[in-house]
């Protein structure tokens, strides 16, 4: 496909390569045009008519948006913007550098750039940010058939017509009904008594996470939104929806592996971009990891005296660490689909505690079998058994609460409880699982202490 | 809401909390009813209307399905799953031991028998496994009018109505229309001139991440699916899309942290099932680890005659680990929304090593001058720098590498990409770490090899 677009281009075949581009779906056109080169981008994006040109930009990754605006006559970016809808544009403004929001602004009517100023003012991460304004809103007293001519008469500047929200003359939100619904219905009942009276809805100020579990637990395909004073101000539908869950697990996923997440893809994103998104995370954990070092540093006369201590270090370490991360990883996704709330602390604590001794129990006597297994020769082996056994227990008791109670408390101090993952926690568990090692050590065994 | 739910069922006012009930979601019903001890379930449930009661059923964790399976009369439970769509019963059925599978299935009709067997051949994880049966098929040759007649004599019983396919008379997919292009259109036009004959659709034996994946990218509320001979069989629909891309993060975050992904939520899991899910991959972990410990051991003559070493094994283990972890993490990831395929290797590959050359000459850099400072006294510091620096640089490329290479190999050997995450990992670059740094260290400083 690459190929024969690369020699309509050449041989300046427009027509045929808009005969050939027309028939494909947006997302697909907008993974094409990125295998080739920046300059012949506008070029291949001219190609393409008004509309489909429009949804296609909306598909492209944020680098390519930019490139192409860049490249726009401000009668073309004024052409793509106006027919985007009201809360794509304001995802495309967010990504982009403060001069060509000024341009994309410049360029929008009087009401659209009101409009935008506004979703802006929303928080980043709030309903209101993501919401859309363009949705078909009812009157109670309209029948089915005045409300189909509304529908038919609005219909194509609006992100769903499937769900329909009826207001009072005041805009409040008072009841929502389906267009099956509508279609089902005879012409002259009154939309007011079919509608669904009893309706779920969002705050402008809620968090986009809270919308989008709204959507995926009532399976709907649009969420209304209204403000302090249940006026109605927008819709979230459902694809928007799943951009968000998409965008939040990955979000996680980046953080959860001490990286910051990416704005483009894997492989559009920069050598340097990467190296950039990742080390600082790596800087502070190798830094903090040298505490590790220093409290073995610090049992240096033991460790010469009874080098064998050291073999245990790297399984207490990982055993302490993977622990953690498995409660850590559980309570911070429980907070982000608020299955688990912050004060449920205690509860989750109760749990880890039962869970953790298990755990650390049956890992306690198998350590020890193995152990004695392997070193029943050694000098002072019970006690070697007992002193690794001891650790690895508490190891991992304190591990499985630290791992429960550091994302709430992040969470509590409006930090993002992603940040208290498997990196962060293992370096934590670490520094406790070598002081422990050696303080039990130094009092079962009897070696120097420094 | 719990309290006076309690009081109205205490006093047996069941016509009160019927009317308590009926105007509230299905899913928030289901929610509630799970806080209520198991031998109070059916009573509660009993007083839900059949088509309610079917809806609230869906929503329930499968431990409180299968109780109430277990409390219902023959007559009760043909009265739910004649209510249920078919993918719903067979995700149900997915999730019951076999004896109540058999009850299932003995209490349902001929026709449903037939269509649960069918779906249940399809191998889980497919498109197949996935779709629903209940979609509106429209001809070519209908006028607009026609098919309203058939999309309201039929609607009651699909999942959606809002896109409509159009079949021939062999049942082969040949187009698909909006319900918006219907209802924007003349009673008399036909479905043919109207349809997209560009359908996008998936195959029964497609992955449900690919299926996913489809209606992600083209923000589908529904995506055909048919079968090798383009008949179309049944529909995924976008909220069961939703439900898709939701378990399968939870199941990456779960096999990341090296936990059995959970079947119930977090605490109506018991500390048993907790324990069990977690205490297999803490096991083989724990045991790996021991390998870095007997590599440790193997250069105990070393540690005995420079301690020092020891303390820059944490620092090294950890940065590994995590280098490896941001990669593998990336790749995990890439690969489950397809970004990345497995062909891409050595692209991933040149990638990595450009982004792991960086930073592991800027970690090596840091952590020299780090140490100049903190130990300038001892006896061979410049050596001791030069063994840790060159063992950092070399570790951080090797875990970048392994982070990519194996989640790769992983999914060509049709295993989960997942399992070569960062607690896997880390164990193996953890065994690396150390190797290269006494076989480095032997080399460069005046030390004992045994």
Redesign the interface.
């Known amino acids: 496909m690459k190929a024969k677009v690369m020699v309509l281009l050449v041989e300046r075949k427009f027509g045929e390569l808009r005969g050939l581009l027309i028939?494909?779906?947006a997302?697909d056109i907008a993974a094409l045009i990125a295998e080739f080169p920046n300059e012949l981008l506008p070029i291949l994006f001219r190609v393409l008519p008004k509309e489909l040109a429009a949804e296609t930009f909306v598909e492209m990754e944020p680098n390519i948006q930019q490139n192409l605006i860049e490249a726009f006559s401000d009668m073309e970016l004024k052409a793509v913007f106006d027919q985007l809808f009201l809360d794509d544009t304001v995802d495309i403004i967010e990504e982009m550098p403060a001069n060509v929001v000024n341009r994309i602004l410049r360029n929008s009517s009087h009401s659209t750039r009101a409009a935008i100023n506004e979703a802006l003012q929303y928080p980043k991460d709030s309903a209101g940010s993501i919401m859309t304004i363009e949705y078909v809103d009812l009157k109670a007293d309209m029948t089915v058939g005045q409300a189909?001519a509304t529908?038919?008469r609005t219909?194509?500047d609006k992100e769903t017509?499937?769900t329909c929200y009826v207001v009072d003359n005041a805009r409040k939100l008072i009841g929502v009904i389906s267009?099956?619904t509508l279609?089902?219905a005879d012409q002259d009942q009154l939309v007011g008594d079919l509608m669904e009276t009893?309706v779920?809805s969002g705050l402008t100020t809620d968090s986009k996470e809270d919308v989008v579990g709204q959507?995926?637990?009532?399976?709907f395909?649009a969420l209304p939104i209204v403000d302090t004073e249940h006026r109605l101000v927008g819709i979230v539908t459902?694809?928007d929806?799943?951009?968000v869950?998409?965008e939040e697990?990955?979000r996680?996923?980046?953080i959860?592996?001490?990286?910051s997440p990416l704005e483009n893809?894997?492989?559009s994103t920069s050598?340097?971009t990467?190296?950039r998104k990742?080390?600082i995370?790596?800087?502070v954990?190798?830094?903090s990891?040298?505490f590790?070092?220093?409290i073995?540093?610090h049992y240096?006369?033991a460790?010469?005296g009874l080098?064998?201590l050291?073999?245990?270090?790297?399984?207490l370490?990982?055993?302490g660490?993977?622990?953690g991360?498995?409660t850590?990883?559980?309570v911070i996704?429980?907070l982000a689909?608020s299955?688990?709330r912050p004060r449920?602390i205690f509860?989750?604590l109760f749990?880890e505690l039962?869970?953790s001794a298990?755990?650390g129990l049956?890992?306690a006597l198998?350590?020890s079998v193995?152990m004695f297994i392997l070193y029943h020769g050694e000098e002072q082996i019970l006690m070697l058994i007992l002193t690794t056994g001891i650790t690895l227990f508490f190891v991992v008791v304190l591990a499985k609460c630290l791992g429960c109670c550091l994302p709430i408390l992040a969470k509590v101090l409006h930090l993002d409880p992603a940040i208290m993952s498997?990196?962060m926690l293992?370096?934590i568990c670490?520094a406790c699982a070598?002081s422990l090692f050696f303080w039990i050590a130094t009092r079962l065994l009897h070696i120097p202490v420094m």
């Open positions: 028939d494909m779906p997302a189909f529908i038919r219909a194509l017509i499937y267009a099956k279609m089902l009893n779920i959507i995926r637990k009532y399976d395909l459902v694809d929806a799943i951009d869950i998409t697990a990955e996680d996923f980046a959860m592996a001490a990286t893809s894997y492989f050598v340097l990467h190296t990742r080390i995370w790596l800087f954990l190798m830094i990891a040298t590790t070092g220093m073995i540093s240096e006369v460790v010469a080098p064998i050291v073999s245990f270090i790297p399984m370490m990982d055993t660490g993977n622990s991360s498995q850590s990883t559980l996704r429980g689909t299955e688990i449920d509860k989750v749990k039962r869970v298990l755990i049956a890992l198998v350590n193995r498997s990196p293992t370096t670490d070598v």
